[in-house]
């Protein structure tokens, strides 16, 4: 990783906006690789720094090129490859001239998927099935009835 000397911001610097997400649905213990994308920011200057638990990781990371959008500002993806572990955090820690601060940082934790718990959704798809099924019995019990009285009146 190059670090890139900051000298005072320009007056045009756009400070960047950063998301951080896996590429992958988390499974404790299963390889993933963590993205930082850094979007709408200028000049395309900028270093992107990967924390986990607060030490500094390089080992394996990768970025993209400046790209450039058509609102005349860039964009660029950094990626972590990283093995989720109950309780990691990372961070993806952007510095630009355009941040106030001079940095950002964008943190992402590692835990366990939780079960789907039950939710009211849950209640009330299983009442609309109850009253389905239950329509469906006084349905039929009220046909039959109907075509007993009609046998009783003669009409066939």
Known sequence: QVLIPFL?????SVAPSATVYPEN????????????????FSPP??????????????EG?????????VDNTFRKFSY?????????????????WGIPEGKMEKIWVSKAPSPIPETME?????LGLAFGILGIIAGTILFFKAMRMNDRRGFI
């Open 8 to 12: 005072s911001p320009s007056p045009s």
């Open 25 to 40: 649905a988390v499974e404790l213990g299963d390889p993933n690789v963590l993205i930082c994308f850094v979007d709408r």
């Open 45 to 58: 200057v900028l270093n992107v720094t990967w924390l986990k638990n607060n030490e500094v990781v390089s």
């Open 61 to 69: 990371v990768e970025e993209t090129d400046f790209y450039p959008s």
């Open 80 to 96: 972590l490859p990283f093995v989720p572990e109950q309780g990691d955090i990372y961070v993806c820690q952007v510095e630009h």
């Open 122 to 126: 849950n209640v009330l798809c299983a």
